[in-house]
């Protein structure tokens, strides 16, 4: 689960940070990494896949990594702190 200090490569998890999950994804980390440009990275925690980043210029979650990750049938979504330290699921319309 993600924490609002650190992740495991120490990326800070900050209010500029974006973050999204991939369930059950663990076992395809490496390829999942190859999909992400250099502003995103994934990590897991022996089960889902969790990625972070900032969004620059055009290389944004919603509008590139998602939908790239999505090409290669790797389904995820973006999660957003609620306040209290834990993560919940952003619901796009």
Do not use: C
């Not at 089960?47 to 290389?59: C, E, P, Q, R």
């Amino acid at each position: 689960m993600l924490t609002q200090s650190a992740n495991d490569e120490g990326t800070p998890m900050t209010d500029n940070y974006r973050h999204a999950v991939i369930e059950n994804g663990h076992d395809k980390l490496l390829v999942i990494r190859a999909y992400l440009p250099s502003n995103y990275g994934a990590d897991s925690d022996g089960k889902d896949v969790y990625l972070h980043g900032i969004d620059v210029a055009g290389w944004t979650l919603d509008g590139y990594v998602l939908p790239r990750l999505a090409s290669g049938l790797y389904f995820g979504y973006e999660v957003v702190a609620d306040g209290n330290g834990e993560y919940v699921r952003v619901v796009n319309d």
